[in-house]
């Protein structure tokens, strides 16, 4: 068989239709279906444009696409529709021997094919979610083993970048070769492997402590658990929130409770825990011990307030972030949503000012909650024009679909709706390709390092550029100086919040002069 023949085998095993473009975006080869999936011949393609390929909206996202594509990467699949109404997952791949070139390929969307778990880019194991995934279809007879590198970005932080990427995927392939049936990556510094009990400990800790003395460095103390996921007397469900439970702990704190060698005494633990904190919620709501407040976002170039963030405040500011976590975890995230949203919606009809409120991303996954928000705000469309919905990333959405048409129905009443802590979580990008947003907040941990390496600028930098391209407006978190507004600023970004551009206030119903404010 001639060789081009074999390649051009290879091909279509995954894809309907093969383009090639240059560095202009002109499509210079085509081989597969064309006419039956973008109803043109193969030769009238060629010498155009390839953007002509897909209908006008989605034609910037192919663009910017293409621009953030470097030599040697692979991109997508990305879910795109076709000039011809269809729709089409596209991949693309800059083969170093081919100059600027890209080779692309669309295929029909699958809809029955299994989702491939997102990967850890540096170790190249599967990522948090996809290694949460496969811990709760493990089988009872299977064990959770769970490590923590101390110091792990500090030490990578010594060596040299190509350096410190070869320590990582050494940490990677240790886990791999490790007897695990699945390894991941759930935290900056901890992992996760899956494998029968019967093979005891996988000695992880050894394996990583000799990939990072190999590059040269002091390892640190590496604390390894094996936890068994026999549960007695535990149904599936219970089983299931309780390694959610571990994972969620250890990622947290990179420990796990002592004596806690099985999920049955996990999730006793575990139960105990939520009682008790369950019941002080509980009393904190009843005595009204919380508030909201509002911090101003500002233009980056004016200063000018854009909008304000409507913030929970439990009476003790620290305890806030970890309450908010606790009740999305609980599963009353829904409630919650529902209550603050009526709350702020109350102000907003009051107050000529716009505002923005967060939806948990289990509120809007959720058929029945997101229908009673929707009535909700149904009934104040009148001031939809000055309302944000900011969708939290800490429950994360599985059904991109069904969320995308939840977020659909909310700008199609005239909400704005964006995207909160862009960038912290794995599927960030995801979510920016399968939702159409109107704004993202970059998540203030990747602000606060602008200037911290010419590696991080970039990425940040890409992020930032590609929401731009997209129509997308962007705000930087924790702008606490004047030096860290500019940077943004010069970066791209839109619009900052952050104590130097103003700190949260009690009330936006007084004047300006006013309005007193409040802790940070």
Not at 156 to 166: I, R, S
Not at 292 to 320: M, W
Not at 490 to 518: C, T
Request: glycine content about 10%; overall charge negative; proline content about 4%.
């Amino acid at each position: 068989m001639p060789h081009r023949a074999r390649l051009l085998g290879f091909c279509f095993t995954n894809a309907d239709f093969l383009f090639e473009m240059d560095a202009q975006g002109i499509i210079q080869f085509t081989a597969g279906a064309a006419t039956d999936l973008v109803q043109q011949g193969s030769d009238a393609l060629v010498g155009r444009s390839a953007a002509d390929l897909f209908k006008p909206s989605e034609d910037r996202k192919f663009v910017a696409f293409v621009k953030l594509l470097k030599v040697g990467e692979r991109a997508g699949p990305f879910n795109l529709t076709l000039a011809t109404g269809a729709e089409a997952n596209l991949a693309m791949f800059r083969l170093p021997e081919n100059g600027a070139n890209i080779s692309c390929t669309l295929a029909r969307p699958d809809t029955g094919a299994a989702t491939m778990p997102a990967i850890d880019p540096r170790t190249g194991l599967v990522s948090r979610d996809g290694f949460m995934a496969a811990a709760e279809k493990a089988d009872a007879g299977d064990a959770l083993t769970l490590v923590t590198v101390p110091g792990l970005p500090e030490l990578c932080a010594q060596l040299t970048p190509d350096n410190a990427d070869a320590l990582m995927e050494s940490i990677g392939a240790s886990l791999e070769t490790s007897g695990a049936s699945t390894a991941g990556r759930i935290s900056e510094t901890s992992f996760g492997a899956l494998a029968p009990a019967a093979c005891g400990s996988l000695g992880l800790a050894g394996k990583i402590t000799a990939a990072i003395t190999a590059n040269g460095l002091q390892a640190p103390r590496i604390d390894e658990s094996w936890i068994g996921l026999q549960g007695p007397g535990l149904s599936a469900g219970q089983r299931i929130l309780s390694l959610r439970y571990v994972v969620e702990k250890f990622a947290e704190t990179g420990k796990v409770d002592r004596g806690a060698r099985d999920i049955a005494a996990t999730f006793s633990g575990m139960m105990n825990e939520t009682q008790k904190r369950l019941a002080d919620i509980m009393r904190t709501v009843e005595k009204g011990d919380f508030s909201i407040v509002y911090q101003p976002i500002c233009d980056l170039v004016t200063r000018k307030v854009s909008h304000y963030e409507a913030l929970v405040r439990f009476t003790k500011p620290a305890d806030t972030g970890e309450t908010v976590k606790f009740i999305e975890a609980l599963g009353i995230a829904n409630a919650f949503d529902l209550a603050i949203a009526t709350k702020v919606l109350d102000v907003i009809e009051q107050a000529d000012v716009h505002v923005a409120f967060n939806v948990s991303g289990a509120t809007i996954a959720s058929p029945a909650s997101f229908g009673m928000l929707a009535e909700i705000l149904t009934r104040r469309r009148k001031v939809a024009s000055r309302t944000l919905i900011e969708i939290t990333e800490t429950a994360a959405i599985v059904d991109l679909e069904s969320a995308g048409k939840a977020i659909a129905a909310l700008r199609n009443m005239g909400y704005r709706v964006g995207l909160d802590d862009f960038g912290a979580g794995s599927a960030s990008i995801n979510y920016l390709h399968a939702f159409q947003v109107d704004f993202v907040k970059f998540d203030g941990a990747m602000v606060v390092k602008m200037g911290s390496s010419p590696r991080h600028d970039a990425l940040l930098a890409g992020l930032v550029k590609l929401c731009r391209d997209l129509g997308v407006t962007t705000i930087a978190e924790w702008i606490e100086s004047r030096d860290m507004a500019g940077r943004a600023s010069e970066m791209g970004f839109h619009h900052g919040q952050g104590k130097w551009l103003g700190p949260p206030v009690l009330d936006i119903l007084a004047p300006p002069s006013r309005r007193q404010a409040s802790w940070g």
